[in-house]
């Protein structure tokens, strides 16, 4: 799909979205899956630690 579209995912959350192009077909996800699944984990691990400096943040701010 254009970029632009992916894009609008923005307008469906309130959290972050990350649009990555990937080249292939239709079903590049099972023709490589590797690269597919690095991908995922590369962004939760970077949400993970997004998420986790945030705690941190508020519970300095709330005295905790």
Do not use: S
């Not at 996800?29 to 943040?57: C, H, Q, S, V, Y």
Request: negative net charge.
């Amino acid at each position: 799909i254009p970029v632009a579209d992916a894009l609008l995912w923005c307008k469906d959350t309130i959290g972050p979205v990350d649009v990555k192009i990937f080249t292939g077909g239709h079903f590049f996800a099972f023709e490589r899956p590797e690269e597919m699944g690095d991908a995922i984990r590369e962004t939760l691990a970077k949400r993970l630690d997004e998420n986790k400096a945030f705690r941190a943040a508020a519970a300095k701010v709330m005295g905790q």
